[in-house]
T-cell receptor, first 112, second 114 residues
């Protein structure tokens, strides 16, 4: 069974304090690893897709990396507006392309 | 940026009643999905839909659930006889092609079954 596990469950940072979120996955034939941001009462908002080990993508203060077993979302010098739940999801080979298996998310709080 | 639109934002219904959740995917998209998120739990895949038929469905998507694209713009999820455990946030999503890049999600419909 495909599984995605995120850690920590919650992370509290001071503004400017860099850190990383972890996503471990057990997926048959990974086709894509996705990172989403979710604000309270809203749908997931796309951040990144990673396809192969060693790949990295950046967007503003966020950088996502991928290995054969896990992905990291690095947050550099975060601001209060980065506070949200960050979701990791995987698409496995042999399933329809839109079937994502999600982790439970990391709730990030950035204090001014 | 184009959006996936879902209506209503909140729906309250009595157990055993039928509900229809509505979605307007992004206009040039071809693939459509429903996901749900029970409070405090993971986002879960329900069904994918392409070319007017279901591509894949999860174990959750039993005979009580159905999907339809009644016209060129709407995509609906029907729950025939709601149960208490159907209470969740339901998200519609769409993608222009196979999910090589990203899935666009709507803001969701919060369904409460009493």
């Amino acid at each position: 069974e495909d599984q995605v596990t995120q850690s920590p469950e919650a992370l509290r940072l001071q503004e400017g304090e860099s850190s990383s979120l972890n996503c471990s996955y057990t997926v048959s034939g990974l086709r894509g690893l996705f990172w989403y941001r979710q604000d309270p009462g809203k749908g997931p908002e796309f951040l990144f897709t990673l396809y192969s080990a060693g790949e990295e993508k950046e967007k503003e203060r966020l950088k996502a990396t991928l290995t054969k077993k896990e992905s990291f979302l690095h947050i550099t010098a975060p601001k209060p507006e980065d506070s949200a739940t960050y979701l990791c999801a995987a698409n496995a080979g042999g399933t329809s392309y839109g079937k994502l298996t999600f982790g439970q998310g990391t709730i990030l709080t950035v204090h001014p | 940026e184009p959006e996936v639109t879902q209506t209503p934002s909140h729906q309250v219904t009595q157990m055993g009643q039928e509900v229809i959740l509505r979605c307007v995917p992004i206009s040039n998209h071809l693939y459509f999905y429903w996901y749900r998120q029970i409070l405090g739990q993971k986002v879960e895949f329900l069904v994918s839909f392409y070319n007017n038929e279901i591509s894949e469905k999860s174990e959750i998507f039993d005979d009580q659930f159905s999907v339809e694209r009644p016209d060129g713009s709407n995509f609906t999820l029907k729950i025939r006889s709601t149960k208490l455990e159907d209470s969740a946030m339901y998200f519609c999503a769409s993608s222009p092609d196979r999910v090589y890049e990203k899935l666009f999600f709507g803001s969701g419909t919060q369904l409460s079954v009493l």
